[in-house]
């Protein structure tokens, strides 16, 4: 009798936003609009490698002295110490302190996924508390380790922050859970949270003793890289201990290069070396040693003063075209008399946006129109441009708010 191990697989579902992805390519309405997966894109619709990168890239091929043997589990080490660098340059004192710890990971996914593998090695039983809603990978993965994820009111019923009654419910959250905060960019709402919020978030998790875990996806691309990095600055002046999931793909445009980091901070040097340790044993689990092209080009990037001043530059124009395109959106939706529709667009920054729409709606903009976003309403709003905002307004207004 033949093997047949595979035979009691499940069929699962697949994943909606690859999915909706590989259904856009397909997709033979010359009008068609991408508004699904989480791309910038410019004012010609499209996602260029970034002017520093290539540059960069070039600098790391024609470097006759470079090599690619491997780098050990943390990765390339220049690239770990160049984004701490970039995250604490206003608390320098930590690194000299040994309290700060990077590892290089498989995109900013693979940190979240490294955060869950020592979070559960420590204690399974701790609850992960992530926002209403929040970037579904978020839960897909603590739930995937075994871990209960619960979830903290965020988005109100008009678009804003609901912020008293997400304070209400963290402020009960167990003592010695975990919660997963968005630093900058909130996928899928672009609804941040602001500077004084973060100053009273900061007393809850001290009061409750909460673990952190700041999801950086974006980083730059909210309000400007010092801005975004505020939440940090100021968990890290007051904490012992917090995780920093980075991701190079956006502010980068290194997606399919899987760079990113996990950052860890804690309390002293000698915790510090023993969650080196235990990082070290996760890593050489999962990939061994996480592949080194694109953390050279980020490193050549961060390293050099003449291309990091290229890279602020390009992160601003990215931010500042991601702000347009809300406006543009606001000015068409007035003009078209549906402004109450998208009156949350505006307040929100980065890429994404809420929309109030059904999935019914989505559906028949799919595959009447060609417009596509996700079932839960989210947009990406680098996605219009003055070529198809007049079509996209005018496609969606009839079933906003039904």
């Known amino acids: 009798m033949r093997c047949q191990v595979l035979e009691v697989l499940e069929t699962?579902?697949?994943?909606?936003?690859?999915?909706?992805?590989?259904h856009f390519i397909k997709e033979v309405n010359p009008k068609k609009i991408d508004l699904g997966i989480g791309l910038y894109k410019d004012?010609?619709?499209?996602?260029?490698?970034?002017?520093?990168?290539?540059?960069?890239?070039?600098k790391v091929i024609n470097n006759l002295s470079a090599d690619k043997i491997y780098k050990g589990s943390s990765g390339l080490n220049s690239f770990c110490e160049m984004i701490s660098e970039l995250l604490f340059s206003n608390k320098k004192e930590l690194a000299q302190?040994?309290?700060?710890?990077?590892?290089?990971?498989?995109?900013?996914?693979?940190?979240?996924?490294?955060?869950?593998?020592?979070?559960?090695?420590?204690?399974?039983?701790?609850?992960?508390?992530?926002?209403?809603?929040?970037?579904?990978?978020?839960?897909?993965?603590f739930e995937?380790?075994?871990?209960?994820?619960?979830?903290y009111p965020y988005q109100g019923i008009c678009g804003e922050l609901d912020f008293q009654s997400m304070l209400e419910s963290i402020s009960i959250i167990p003592r010695g859970d975990v919660i997963i905060l968005h630093g900058c960019g909130h996928n899928p709402t672009g609804i941040d949270i602001k500077k004084k919020q973060w100053s009273k978030i900061l007393e809850v998790i001290k009061d409750r003793n909460l673990l952190p875990i700041i999801d950086m996806a974006y980083h730059g691309l909210a309000k400007g890289l010092q801005d975004d990095n505020y939440c940090i600055d100021l968990f890290s002046s007051q904490l012992d201990e917090m995780f920093?999931?980075?991701?190079?793909?956006?502010?980068?445009?290194?997606?399919?290069?899987?760079?990113?980091?996990?950052?860890?901070?804690?309390?002293?040097?000698?915790?510090?070396?023993?969650?080196?340790?235990?990082?070290?044993?996760?890593?050489?689990?999962?990939?061994?040693?996480?592949?080194?092209?694109?953390?050279?080009?980020?490193?050549?990037?961060?390293?050099?003063?003449e291309l990091k001043k290229i890279w602020t530059d390009e992160i601003t124009n990215m931010m500042i075209r991601a702000r347009a395109a809300r406006k543009l959106l606001l000015v068409e939706s007035q003009r078209q008399n549906c402004a109450r529709s998208f009156i949350e667009v505006g307040?929100?920054?980065?890429?994404?946006?809420?929309?109030?729409?059904?999935?019914?709606?989505?559906?028949?903009?799919?595959?009447?129109?060609?417009?596509?976003?996700?079932?839960?309403?989210?947009?990406?709003?680098?996605?219009?441009?003055?070529?198809?905002?007049?079509?996209?307004?005018?496609?969606?207004?009839?079933?906003?708010?039904?």
């Open 244 to 305: 920093i999931s980075y991701s190079c793909s956006k502010n980068f445009g290194l997606y399919s290069d899987r760079i990113g980091a996990l950052i860890v901070l804690t309390k002293d040097r000698n915790s510090c070396f023993k969650v080196k340790l235990q990082l070290s044993r996760l890593t050489r689990l999962s990939c061994s040693s996480p592949p080194i092209h694109g953390a050279l080009i980020v490193n050549e990037i961060l390293s050099s003063v």
């Open 347 to 402: 307040s929100g920054v980065g890429l994404f946006s809420i929309i109030p729409i059904k999935a019914e709606g989505i559906d028949i903009l799919k595959n009447n129109f060609g417009i596509y976003m996700l079932n839960s309403g989210r947009i990406n709003i680098s996605g219009l441009n003055e070529n198809n905002i007049e079509y996209f307004v005018s496609s969606a207004k009839p079933f906003m708010n039904k």
């Open 43 to 58: 004012i010609s619709n499209k996602t260029p490698i970034m002017g520093c990168v290539k540059i960069a890239e070039k």
């Open 12 to 22: 699962i579902p697949p994943d909606p936003i690859l999915t909706l992805s590989e």
């Open 97 to 141: 302190e040994g309290r700060v710890l990077s590892f290089q990971t498989i995109g900013g996914t693979g940190a979240i996924r490294l955060s869950a593998e020592i979070i559960h090695q420590i204690n399974p039983e701790r609850g992960i508390w992530v926002s209403n809603p929040t970037w579904d990978n978020h839960k897909d993965i």
């Open 144 to 151: 995937y380790m075994g871990m209960k994820v619960y979830y």
